[in-house]
């Protein structure tokens, strides 16, 4: 049973994310630092259900918790965008450097300079590929014109 603030008619977050693991059989310990818009629901539903009678919660204090889900998943949904927005500027960006010179420190700490002959978009990080070896794009320190 979740614990529930008798003053203030508020539930107790930990415990009810530790109640909700140990329903589902996993254990307190692995919990998530995240809510979404479903653990929210869970603990307003909760606390409906468990409040006192006598006192029920004000409705001022519901409309402002919804207020808040509203906003929560507007901004969830606006880091998405933005994520999908740098990700394809990212792919423009590893576009733009073929047929350039680029350059980049290697793993030995030495500046390699060569022409970007082809883009990679199999993993997060586009690789540029620079005298036959891929390159992420945020390893490219240089870009220059090819020299005729």
């Not at 350059?103 to 690789?127: I, L």
């Amino acid at each position: 049973m979740p614990s529930i603030d008798q003053i203030s008619g508020t539930v107790d977050v930990a415990t009810q994310i530790a109640a909700a693991n140990a329903a589902k059989g996993g254990s307190s310990r692995s919990t998530s630092n995240t809510m979404d818009s479903e653990m929210f629901m869970k603990l307003l539903v909760t606390q409906l259900k468990n409040q006192d009678p006598s006192t029920p919660m004000d409705t001022n204090a519901m409309m402002s918790q919804t207020t808040q889900l509203a906003m929560m998943e507007q901004v969830t949904a606006q880091t998405t965008t933005a994520n999908e927005n740098f990700s394809l500027q990212m792919r423009i960006a590893a576009s733009n450097l073929v047929g350039r010179e680029v350059s980049y420190t290697g793993a030995d700490g030495v500046e390699v300079t060569g022409t970007a002959t082809s883009v990679s978009f199999a993993e997060a990080v586009p690789k540029v590929t620079v005298g036959g070896k891929e390159v992420a794009l945020d390893l490219v320190s240089g870009i220059a014109a090819t020299k005729a």
